[in-house]
């Protein structure tokens, strides 16, 4: 199993705006994770410092001993954090992946708003005195691709199902069972406290680094979360590149979308 996180952008690569808000987001989330590990560290090696400091003027032998005492503790800070796993887990798994469903959500708009042969006026179910409340045809506009992408939820299947009926892609997650897997994970964590239940079993397919158990709390330790998360990822870069391809939706290097973000603050 990789222990290190795919970066799909790696040597400047081409994607859309859509994307590069996405993984700069998701990087955030990992990277917030990975500095709370860092800072935890750095405690317990400055105690070390400061209790071998004391150590070394230490007034007689039972004040040493003391010392020498609380240097046997090894990473008293790390395993107080251990506690947490828990909770530190289901912030990556919760974050990350609705940060997907948003990504779905996010590049089909741009979709619609690139291809307006998408928004055929048959399919909207809107009266007269809704459309009075618009000052312009771009709001009118707006609002109509609000609507429809409301109905992308949080469950691979449906997301694919609605992903294909507004943008007109074949499907291409039937065989992901990672992030079938990721989704549900994040489902009984909202919604059962990670416990396993029989829906969940039933939707999540078989994985050989995933063994589930009926009424058992599970829990994503990092390597897992790294499979995971990878996957993820190239998935939402697979969906940017079908999409956009398919839609002329504007990609640039990553590069560009940087300059662009940094000038704008």
């Known amino acids: 199993m990789k222990n290190t996180f795919v970066n799909p952008l790696k040597d400047n690569k081409i994607c859309t705006n859509t994307f590069f808000d996405f993984f700069t987001e998701y990087q955030k989330i990992i990277n917030l994770y990975l500095f709370i590990i860092h800072v935890v560290g750095k405690v317990d090696e ?16 039972t004040e040493r001993e003391k010392y020498e005492q609380q240097l046997e503790k090894k990473d008293p800070a790390l395993s107080e954090l251990k506690n947490y796993s828990s909770q530190l887990s289901r912030y990556l798994v919760t974050n990350c992946s609705d940060l997907f469903v948003l990504y779905c959500k996010d590049i089909v708009k741009a979709a619609l708003k690139s291809n307006r042969e998408l928004l055929k006026a ?27 992408i409301s109905s992308i939820v949080e469950t691979i299947d449906d997301i694919e199902d609605e992903i294909t009926k507004l943008v007109h892609i074949e499907k291409i997650f039937q065989s992901n069972v990672l992030l079938k897997i990721f989704l549900n994970i994040r489902n009984i964590y909202v919604h059962n406290k990670g416990i396993v239940d029989d829906k969940f079993i039933k939707k999540s397919p078989e994985h050989e680094e995933f063994n589930f158990v009926k009424g058992k709390r599970f829990h994503v330790d990092f390597e897992k979360f790294i499979l995971l998360s990878n996957n993820c990822i190239n998935s939402a870069y697979q969906i940017d590149e079908l999409i956009s391809k398919k839609h002329k939706i504007q990609r640039r290097k990553s590069s560009y979308w940087d300059a662009k973000k940094n000038k704008a603050t």
């Open 46 to 61: 400055n105690r070390i410092l400061a209790i071998t400091a004391l150590n070394d003027v230490a007034r007689d032998a």
């Open 122 to 148: 048959k399919e909207f179910n809107i009266r007269y005195d809704e459309i009075e409340k618009f000052r312009s045809i771009n709001d009118f506009r707006n609002h109509i691709i609000e609507k429809k």
